[in-house]
Antibody
Framework: EVQLLESGGGLVQPGGSLRLSCVAS????????MSWVRQAPGKGLEWVSA????????HYIDSVKGRFTISRDNSKNTLYLQMNSLRADDTAVYYC??????????????WGQGTLVTVSS | EIVLTQSPGTLSLSPGERATLSCRAS???????LAWYQQKLGQAPRLLIY???SRATGIPDRFSGSGSGTDFTLTISRLEPEDFAVYYC??????????FGQGTKLEIK
């Protein structure tokens, strides 16, 4: 069974930084593109960033470009999200999500339990 | 940017009834790029349907997806108590590469 375990959330002041991690179980981590999806309190889901299995292709939503950096270490089965210049509207539960299959699918079949990021003074 | 609009915002039904949830895209999309998720309070989303009509592993057959072009539907044929939750559609596109609808809350009447 695939398991994704996020960590690194917490309370940070506006303008501060946090680094989220997501450790994946299984031996095929490097075959899968991964994403971060967030959910502000009481709101819907918002995709934030994606990275290909090799790390060579990266995408961001416009609101985080230049502030957030996604990366992965396939030797450690770990996905990261470095978040800088945090703003109040970045407050959310951040989920890591794994594609349903390595190729030919466009959905997230596996999700972590989420880690809460609160940006407040 | 393609926008997904879900309707209704809230759907009030009783167990045993049929639920029909809509997801409309602002322009025609590839059906294989459309998915549906269920999210219960305090939990991560769960994939229900991918490719507009294929059930994910372990999803009961009372859940079905259909549609093409701009109009897509998630149908729950006979509601069970555990089906009351929030449902999201999701699109794989170009910019941004993934988009979610705003969600439909399915509540007990």
């Amino acid at each position: 069974e695939v398991q994704l375990l996020e960590s690194g959330g917490g309370l940070v002041q506006p303008g501060g930084s946090l680094r989220l991690s997501c450790v994946a179980s299984g031996s095929t981590f490097s075959s899968y593109a991964m994403s971060w999806v967030r959910q502000a309190p009481g709101k819907g889901l918002e995709w934030v960033s994606a990275i290909s299995g090799s790390g060579s292709s990266i995408h961001y939503i416009d609101s985080v470009k230049g502030r957030f950096t996604i990366s992965r270490d396939n030797s450690k089965n770990t996905l990261y999200l470095q978040m800088n210049s945090l703003r109040a509207d970045d407050t959310a539960v951040y989920y890591c999500a794994k594609k349903t299959a390595p190729t030919g699918t466009y959905s997230f079949g596996y999700w972590g339990q989420g880690t809460l990021v609160t940006v407040s003074s | 940017e393609i926008v997904l609009t879900q309707s209704p915002g809230t759907l009030s039904l009783s167990p045993g009834e049929r639920a029909t949830l809509s997801c409309r895209a602002s322009q025609s999309i590839t059906s294989s790029h459309l998915a549906w998720y269920q999210q219960k309070l305090g939990q991560a989303p769960r994939l229900l349907i991918y490719g507009a009509s294929s059930r994910a592993t372990g999803i009961p057959d009372r859940f079905s997806g259909s549609g093409s072009g701009t109009d897509f539907t998630l149908t729950i044929s006979r509601l069970e108590p555990e089906d009351f939750a929030v449902y999201y559609c999701q699109l794989y596109g170009s910019s941004p590469i993934y988009t979610f609808g705003q969600g439909t809350k399915l509540e007990i009447k």
